[in-house]
């Protein structure tokens, strides 16, 4: 199982250096008050404490501690006022992303006891207005800079956008993307776990950009051919989304499983059948055939440092250089926590990496056929998915399934269905002008039993508003067939995640 993290985050305290002299004991007590806040935060991220700051210098020396320990995000905190030029040189600098979190020692102000320390102690707010518009007139003359826009909300309300006649209620909401401001804001009372929690979402959303950006994904074997809307240019994937993508020849992958020592496959069998409710027709021969895969799969993940993964199944059906096709391997490595994108599709293993790191669990899934009459989609794919978010009630199965797309034997796979309930739908593809973007919607999974005699892993979801309006809506934002999936409301983290990409947002309903 992949290990999760919390994300690592600089603190760095800002005072005016004017009152070094005024009130020599002040600057003592403001950083036992930026202790007591890292404190509030300590079961939410690791937090790097700079020294607090009311120079130019000391700011420059405490970011570039800052770099020096690879945090993912700068929280800035005003102790008292302090002016924008001290700190906006250094945070301009650094590529870190910045959020200024617009706060104070004191919630509530009783005008009955209302003494001058009070105010001299919380007055850090007009320090954040300066220092925001400086960052924000930085942006460089010409280049486009998202305004703020409506807030993305579950309701109607939040959508910018409706098309297509006849299609339902519903709309899209759209964020640009190209934001160059290089900062966000929280304010509130720190006390507040909401306010909080408000942080702690733009540290995630910065931890897992930054992963994205060092990601590593395998692709085994070519893209599925001719389909277009998972087209890449390698080039721009990696300037704009970041993942390498390390291609893994066939003959490896066949030489490693033939290597695979027997207690290792026992151990593999012995763990699947702790989970797994095991057909009996499944004999050790066709066992071993599939388990030789995941063996391999694993072992290159480790040897290449891989964050996902994507296979092509036509690949293996075409060359005949592994004697089975890998779903197995795949739907374990999904519930391990690796990115995957079926069919060579690159661009969703990077977009399930990163939701089940921003939102996790993850898997990779699509809109397979519709139901006009009750409003629903039945969702599939090849014989890929994340079992561990199967439903409590029917524990996943291990099925013998024949292969018909080439020259493979029969392999074995997981047959399951979803966990009824909330979830978000996420798509990651290229979009105009070569630009990729991220488009997200809410539904809900039905509580419908698996369907007899279906072998595919399958479920049924239902969008927020009409069915058709949805998919018309879907379409026309260019959202492609592919999609990560996630438990539970993850629109909010999938749209900061997009902001610090760069990458344009829509919440399709």
Not at 318 to 336: H, K, Q, Y
Not at 472 to 499: I, N
């Amino acid at each position: 199982m992949k290990a999760t993290k919390k994300p690592r985050v600089g603190l760095l305290p800002l005072m005016l250096k004017l009152y070094d002299k005024a009130f020599p004991e002040l600057k003592a007590k403001q950083r036992r008050f930026a202790g007591e806040l890292a404190q509030a935060f300590r079961d939410d991220f690791d937090i790097e404490i700079a020294d607090v700051c009311n120079t130019r210098e000391t700011v420059e020396e405490a970011v570039k501690g800052f770099e020096r320990a690879d945090v993912d995000a700068i929280v800035v905190l005003f102790l008292t006022y302090a002016p924008s030029m001290i700190a906006a040189p250094a945070l301009l600098r650094t590529p870190i992303p910045k959020v200024l979190f617009n706060t104070q020692k004191l919630e509530a102000l009783d005008p009955d006891d209302l003494r001058s320390e009070h105010i001299l102690e919380n007055h850090g707010m007009h320090g954040v207005q300066d220092l925001a518009n400086v960052l924000r007139r930085s942006v460089s003359p010409g280049l486009p800079f998202q305004e703020p826009g409506a807030p993305a909300g579950p309701g109607p309300e939040s959508f910018r956008a409706g098309s297509g006649a006849g299609t339902g209620a519903g709309g899209v909401y759209f964020e640009d993307g190209a934001s160059h401001r290089g900062f966000e804001i929280v304010t509130g009372p720190w006390q507040d776990e909401m306010v909080r929690a408000d942080v702690v979402l733009w540290a995630k959303a910065a931890m897992v950009a930054k992963e994205l950006r060092r990601c590593r994904i395998g692709l085994f074997g070519s893209a599925f051919e001719g389909m277009g809307d998972f087209g890449l240019d390698d080039t721009a994937f990696r300037m704009q989304v970041g993942p390498e993508i390390a291609r893994i020849p066939l003959t490896r992958l066949r030489s490693v499983a033939a290597g695979a020592p027997g207690k290792a496959l026992r151990r593999l069998e012995s763990g699947l059948r702790k989970d797994f409710d095991v057909d009996p027709k499944i004999r050790r021969a066709d066992m071993d055939r599939s388990l030789r895969l995941l063996y391999a799969f694993r072992k290159i993940a480790a040897e290449e440092k891989l964050d996902a993964l994507t296979l092509n199944f036509v690949s293996f059906g075409e060359s005949g250089i592994c004697e089975t096709v890998p779903f197995l391997a795949a739907s374990v490595m999904l519930a391990d926590g690796y990115g995957y994108g079926g069919e060579g599709d690159a661009t969703s293993a990077a977009c399930v990496y990163a939701m089940g790191r921003l939102h996790g669990p993850a898997d990779f899934t699509e809109m397979f056929t519709m139901d006009f009459a009750g409003g629903r989609i039945y969702m599939a794919h090849m014989a890929e998915c994340n079992w561990r978010m199967g439903r409590p009630d029917k524990r996943p199965e291990l099925i013998l399934r024949e292969f018909r797309y080439g020259d493979c034997k029969p392999y074995v796979a997981v047959r399951s269905s979803c966990r009824p309930g909330p979830v978000t739908l996420a798509n990651l593809t290229t979009g105009p002008g070569g630009r990729f973007q991220l488009a997200v919607a809410r539904a809900r999974v039905e509580d419908i039993p698996p369907v007899p005699g279906q072998e595919t892993p399958h479920f049924f979801i239902k969008p927020e508003g009409n069915l058709c309006g949805f998919l018309t809506r879907y379409s026309e934002v260019g959202g492609s067939h592919h999609l990560a999936m996630v438990f539970d409301d993850a629109v909010e983290p999938a749209r900061r995640l997009a902001r610090l990409m760069g990458w344009p947002f829509y919440i399709v309903a």
